[in-house]
């Protein structure tokens, strides 16, 4: 007998992994609320030390607890979902309006597995509406876990689920579904926020972003990409 929650159809199940995101959060949570269709709304946290828990529960949503590392939390947020449905999503990025009558339309689409949408940033500069243009592209590199992951309920139990990374889980999650079926994007964005841009600057991190990857490529560990990237 499965210990796994009974599927719901037509149901989306929003999984947000936080960690002290609780100046971004509520902004989030009220975007997803304003969705259509039959949903829940899932927070794990991973150890918040401001309010980011009291936030969520104050929203009404389903929040747990686990250890930190977003594939941790967003595996275990599936484990709990009843959505046939699932949307991943980060606590500090704001989804469109009508986000779920297109997760339902491109899943809808033959021999579609999983979707994601494009990147726009909260007060944009010019370099980031460039970066923006970029995460058009619809490859597994110019695609990232800030970009609102879904796909079906059944088929992330086929793929196992998220690796239990502490970096780079996103990127080896979708090189695997891309392999197994079709990946679209949407052409409509979700707004995410630009921190780690105005914390390193626009261009070292659009550098660093493409040096992990190429490192990655290339067979360098997730732990030892996530020591060198926590040194920035």
Aim: charged residues 20%.
């Amino acid at each position: 007998m499965s210990l796994l929650p009974e599927t719901v159809l037509g149901f989306i199940s929003y999984i947000i992994p936080t960690l002290n995101e609780a100046e971004n959060l509520l902004a989030t949570l009220g975007r997803v609320a304003d969705q259509n269709g039959e949903k829940e709304i899932i927070v794990v946290d991973g150890g918040s030390s401001d309010n980011t828990i009291e936030i969520a529960n104050r929203q009404g949503c389903i929040v747990l607890q686990s250890l930190p590392g977003r594939g941790v939390q967003m595996n275990c947020g599936a484990k709990a979902a009843i959505g046939d449905t699932l949307l991943f999503l980060h606590g500090d990025t704001l989804l469109p309006e009508h986000a779920s009558e297109e997760v339902e339309s491109i899943l809808g689409k033959p021999n579609v597995i999983a979707g994601s949408f494009r990147l726009d940033f909260k007060n944009p500069s010019r370099l980031l509406r460039l970066y923006s243009k970029c995460s058009s592209i619809n490859a597994a590199y110019f695609t990232y876990g800030d970009q609102g992951l879904f796909l079906k309920r059944k088929k992330f139990e086929d793929m196992e689920g998220f690796k239990a990374y502490p970096f780079l889980e996103d990127i080896e999650f979708q090189l695997r579904l891309r392999r197994a079926g079709r990946f679209i994007k949407s052409c409509h964005p979700v707004q995410t926020s630009a921190r780690r841009f105005e914390r390193n600057g626009i261009i070292k991190q659009q550098l660093l972003n493409l040096a992990i990857v190429a490192a990655y490529r290339i067979g360098f560990s997730p732990h030892q990409l996530k020591r060198f990237y926590s040194t920035f």
